[in-house]
């Protein structure tokens, strides 16, 4: 079966400081892989999705960039952290789209 | 470009009552899937219900349902017999191109 694996759960980092957050999709092959934002008590905001190694599309300009090395790993980059990068970030997965997507349990960032 | 509406930002319930939450879309295709997610305090992004627009017949999963109006463009989810644990915000779901479009969201509260 396939599985979503993303960490670290909670992260605190002060401001300017640099930020890796990764994702890794386990029992499946070149999944299309998503990184989302979200604030408390609001929606989801599509960063970065990716439907293949290398292959990188931005959907908002921000402070932040991703990668995906391999097949099945999806990382989320920043050189220096905003303070308006705090949130709630999800990483998600898909096969075909008609079966939605499989969703990490997420990363609470706090920047200070 | 597609687009979700929930016009709806928060819902609440007595336990074991009835709750409809609503959602409009709007698309050109003939054929595609719609989804309804439900992200509980834990913040996990869980798949409740999926629904296939070429299948005249709602969905169902236990206590889930949803009443699809094709022509209406229209997609909502009812839950029956309200649980506390059915206390969460619940998005709806759209595939456009290699992703999926979410709703703004509704947050539900299941009373006691």
């Known amino acids: 079966s396939q599985t979503i694996h993303q960490w670290p759960a909670t992260l605190v980092q002060p401001v300017g400081s640099p930020l890796s957050l990764e994702c890794t999709v386990e029992?499946?092959?070149?999944?299309?892989l998503y990184w989302y934002r979200q604030a408390a008590g609001r929606g989801l905001q599509l960063l970065f999705y990716?439907?293949?190694?290398?292959?990188i599309s931005s959907e908002v300009p921000q402070n932040l960039s991703a990668s995906r090395p391999q097949d099945r790993q999806f990382i989320l980059s920043s050189k220096k952290l905003l303070l308006s990068d705090s949130g709630f970030y999800l990483c998600?997965?898909?096969?075909?789209?008609?079966?939605?997507?499989?969703f990490g349990s997420g990363t609470r960032l706090t920047v200070v | 470009a597609q687009t979700v509406t929930q016009s709806q930002p928060e819902m609440s319930v007595q336990e074991a009552e009835t709750v409809t939450l609503s959602c409009t879309y709007d698309?050109?295709?003939?054929?595609?899937?719609l989804f309804w997610y439900k992200q509980p305090p834990s913040r996990q992004m869980i798949l409740v219900i999926r629904?296939?627009?070429?299948?005249?017949q709602n969905a169902t999963e236990n206590r889930f349902s949803v009443n699809f109006q094709k022509a209406a463009k229209s997609f909502s989810l009812k839950i029956s017999d309200s649980q506390l644990g059915d206390t969460a915000m619940y998005f709806c779901?759209?595939?456009?191109?290699?992703?999926?479009?979410f709703g703004a969201g509704t947050i539900l509260r299941v009373k006691s």
């Open positions: 998600a997965w898909s096969g075909v789209l008609n079966y939605g997507y499989t």
């Open positions: 779901a759209f595939p456009y191109g290699n992703k999926l479009v």
């Open positions: 698309t050109s295709e003939n054929n595609y899937y």
């Open positions: 990716s439907v293949g190694i290398g292959q």
């Open positions: 029992g499946t092959s070149n999944p299309n």
């Open positions: 629904q296939e627009a070429y299948k005249q």
